[in-house]
């Protein structure tokens, strides 16, 4: 009833009450309604400047209703606002830039979501807003989080999403295993994956069944170092281990079938290097404290966080 007494007399009687009156309803698109109806032309502040009502409205109002000289200006307006605010609605006018780092950056010191901040950046700016050390510093913070939840499988699902979308960010291999005579990596390939932590060592052998039984280094031919447990050179296949009732068993850590077999891993301590293949360690240090070498008093495994962790089925 109160639309269909419209009319455009400045002094009737119809546009004094709902001036007064439309900031008393409560849904702000009849509200930035009767402010348009009530306006004079070219001057809609009531209706572009009503913080309910969504970015993309305002923007597609003025886009209609304001002149080529009022529509930049306004913008400029509305983008420095929603950069103050920190309101993710103003990316419609940033985009994921520079301007937008500055909008998400006061978005994370009001609300100290990184997440959100860190996966916007990664979705959809260039490398060169990635190389921001805003934006560096919100990924850091946000894997750290995780870490600090132990929530590391998300962290490390986090991690590979973030080398697919930045190549950049994938890291250099920091560690691996070399020959004792000639020095040179003995992988066939830089792909190896170690598990690193305090106490012990792991590297699986990457590439073709055939590359995973090599037993000696590819350089220079030399053989291999020994396990301490069968006396074999490193690279030959695990039997079966005692206790576990499987042969050949299998940890697919990247869920694609490109790493030897979790038993044919070398593993080795970090205080008195002796080692061997993965699967016959495990089975020693389920029932022994002390290093398989004839003469080592080393405790390997209590020097490994994970080794002093107590299995959930014990409790």
């Not at 995780?146 to 190549?167: C, N, Y």
Request: glycine share 8%.
């Amino acid at each position: 009833m109160a639309l269909s007494g419209y009319t455009d007399e400045k002094s009737s009687l119809w546009r004094e009450m709902c001036s007064s009156l439309r900031l008393q309803l409560k849904n702000p698109y009849l509200c930035i309604m009767f402010a348009f109806l009530t306006s004079e032309p070219g001057a809609y502040d009531g209706v572009l400047y009503e913080s309910n009502v969504a970015v993309r409205d305002r923007v597609a109002f003025a886009c209609m209703f304001l002149s080529d000289v009022q529509l930049p200006r306004y913008i400029d307006k509305l983008t420095n606002k929603m950069k103050e605010a920190g309101n993710l609605e103003g990316i419609l006018l940033t985009g994921l830039t520079k301007d937008g780092v500055d909008l998400i950056e006061s978005y994370v010191d009001r609300t100290g979501d990184v997440q959100t901040a860190s996966f916007c950046m990664l979705k959809g700016s260039p490398s060169d807003v990635l190389k921001d050390p805003r934006v560096q510093c919100w990924i850091e913070n946000y894997r750290n989080l995780l870490d600090a939840w132990r929530f590391w499988h998300k962290r490390a699902e986090f991690d590979i999403l973030r080398g697919k979308l930045d190549p950049s960010s994938k890291p250099l291999a920091q560690v691996f295993v070399s020959c004792n005579f000639c020095g040179k990596s003995i992988s066939y390939s830089c792909s190896a994956m170690p598990h690193q932590g305090r106490g012990f060592s792991q590297y699986g052998v990457s590439g073709s069944p055939t590359k995973s039984k090599v037993t000696s280094c590819p350089g220079c031919r030399k053989p291999l170092p020994r396990c301490a447990l069968c006396l074999m050179n490193m690279g030959t296949p695990v039997s079966s281990c005692s206790g576990t009732g499987k042969t050949d068993e299998k940890m697919d850590l990247t869920r694609e079938n490109k790493l030897a077999q979790f038993n044919n891993w070398f593993t080795w301590c970090h205080n008195c290097r002796h080692g061997g293949h993965a699967g016959h360690m495990l089975s020693w240090f389920r029932d022994h404290t002390e290093c398989p070498v004839s003469a080592c008093a080393c405790k390997c495994m209590q020097l490994d966080t994970t080794g002093n962790l107590v299995p959930a089925d014990s409790s």
